[in-house]
């Protein structure tokens, strides 16, 4: 397969879409706020959780960029600047962020280095900045709107069920709400991703290459 860059690409973009929503799930049920519906000192006090969860979710994020990557070459076929665009933005999204992890890991340092709310509220100062508002978060969560456009544009090329996009987006923003949503959105979201990702590893080299590849299969 390695030798075989038609398969490699397939096989890895479609598999990732399996993995990331079953990390996803997992971080959010090892991070120890969570699991307790929110509140200070969790961080301080667990920080071997916090460690292991930051560091999943922030792998659930990067490696979902394969799977957009597919996405986009499939969505391309019919109408490839809608793909490319929608594509490039949820790119870009998901990597800023996978870096909000990181905070993760300041909330737990600062809240047992002071006083849990002290350090709390320090924390919220630092990741409040409008740099890290409008450098990080406000793209992260427009990546995660995108990586629903892009689903919806594989969907009128026919490359996805139309319910496929919606689902991945509930699955990403409905997941932390412990526990019911953490059960209906992870579902949601391994349904979204996975049916993608499935038709991905069900492919032919030749459907997966399009036009091209069919053309060059037929001879």
Same mark, same amino acid.
């Given at each position: ?21 079953? $990390?996803y799930? /997992? ?7 969570i699991? &307790?519906?929110?509140?200070? *000192?969790?961080? #301080? @006090? ?6 292991i ?7 659930s ?7 957009i990557?597919g ?24 990597i ?13 340092r $600062?809240?047992? /280095?002071m006083?849990?709310?002290a350090g709390?509220?320090? &924390?919220?100062l630092?990741? *409040?900045?409008? #740099? @890290? ?5 406000v793209?992260?969560f427009?990546?995660m ?5 892009l ?35 992870g ?15 069900r ?9 091209a590849?069919k ?5």
């Amino acid at each position: 397969m390695l030798r075989d860059p038609v398969r490699f690409f397939r096989t890895v973009a479609g598999t990732s879409l399996l993995v990331v929503p079953v $990390l996803y799930v /997992a971080g959010l049920l090892i991070d120890p706020a969570i699991r &307790a519906g929110g509140g200070i *000192g969790y961080y #301080g @006090a667990h920080p071997g959780q916090v460690s292991i969860s930051a560091s999943v979710l922030h792998w659930s994020w990067v490696l979902l960029v394969p799977g957009i990557l597919g996405m986009i070459h499939l969505a391309r076929e019919r109408t490839p600047v809608a793909a490319h665009v929608t594509g490039a933005i949820a790119v870009l999204g998901v990597i800023n962020f996978s870096s909000l992890m990181l905070g993760d890991f300041v909330y737990s340092r $600062l809240e047992r /280095a002071m006083e849990p709310e002290a350090g709390s509220a320090l &924390a919220d100062l630092a990741l *409040g900045d409008p #740099g @890290a508002e409008w450098g990080f978060r406000v793209p992260g969560f427009l990546g995660m709107l995108f990586v629903m456009v892009l689903a919806l544009v594989m969907a009128y090329g026919k490359k996805a069920p139309w319910w496929a996009g919606p689902a991945m987006l509930v699955g990403m923003l409905g997941t932390p709400i412990f526990p019911i949503g953490t059960v209906v959105g992870g579902l949601a979201y391994l349904a979204g991703a996975g049916v993608i990702g499935l038709r991905m590893l069900r492919m032919s080299d030749a459907e997966w290459a399009g036009p091209a590849g069919k053309l060059t299969a037929a001879r």
